[in-house]
């Protein structure tokens, strides 16, 4: 069965320092690969996403992350925390072909980068 | 642009009462989704359309309908609400369904 695990349920780090947010995947072949932020009592906003090409994927507000296909990994990253990152973050996986091709999400890992 | 924006913003309905959360986009988007998040619970989608008069069901269609009459708008009815239903709805849409999803700012409900 296809599924997505954040094996973290809860990330703390210190401001300036830098951050990773780990993502897995179960599904077949390379799939398309998403992370999302949300902030409290806000909906979920893009931050980037994998398709094809470079492994590594810079996206909004200074994140990339870095698409492994030999350990089925997609973590997210940022070289140096702020304050302000600490929010609720979604990896999302989706087959490109067969006949299952949903989104599947995360549960989410909660960020707090304290002061 | 307003992107994605969804009406009501909070609503609290009692257990058998029904009511319609309307969900709208701006940005000419084929693919509309309606999700549920719980806590612990990621987001679980209900129902999605791919086009204008289509719906389908997600993972957790029961209790809920929809409808897409115009492309911008999908429609999420809950036609005897019960207290399971408590949580916050999301609205998300995409232009093509593996594509980025944008999403509403969320309907907190709860039912008594």
């Excluded at chain 1, 830098?18 to 179960?26: D, G, M, N």
């Excluded at chain 1, 973590?75 to 490109?96: I, Q």
């Excluded at chain 2, 008069?53 to 897409?68: C, I, L, M």
Aim: hydrophobic share 35%; charged share 15%.
């Amino acid at each position: 069965a296809q599924s997505v695990a954040q094996p973290e349920d809860q990330v703390n780090v210190a401001e300036g320092n830098p951050l990773t947010v780990k993502c897995t995947y179960s599904v077949s072949g390379n799939p398309y690969l998403f992370w999302y932020v949300q902030y409290p009592n806000r909906g979920l906003q893009f931050l980037l996403k994998y398709i094809t090409g470079d492994n590594l994927v810079k996206g909004s507000y200074g994140f990339e992350a870095e698409f492994n296909k030999s350990q089925t990994s997609f973590h997210l990253k940022k070289p140096s925390a702020l304050v302000s990152d600490s929010a609720l973050y979604f990896c999302a996986v989706r087959a490109r072909a067969g006949n299952n091709r949903k989104l599947i999400w995360g549960l989410g890992t909660s960020l707090a980068v304290n002061p | 642009n307003a992107g994605v924006t969804q009406t009501p913003k909070f609503r609290v309905l009692k257990t058998g009462q029904s009511m319609t959360l309307l969900c709208a986009q701006d940005m000419n988007h084929e693919y509309m989704y309606w999700y549920r998040q719980d806590p612990g619970m990621g987001l679980r989608l209900i129902h999605y359309s791919v086009g204008e008069g289509t719906t389908a069901k997600g993972e957790v269609p029961d209790g809920y309908n929809v409808s897409r009459l115009k492309k911008q708008n999908f429609l999420l009815g809950l036609e005897s609400a019960a207290p399971s239903q408590t949580s916050v709805y999301f609205c998300a849409s995409s232009y093509e369904r593996a594509y980025e999803q944008y999403f509403g700012p969320g309907t907190r409900l709860t039912v008594t």
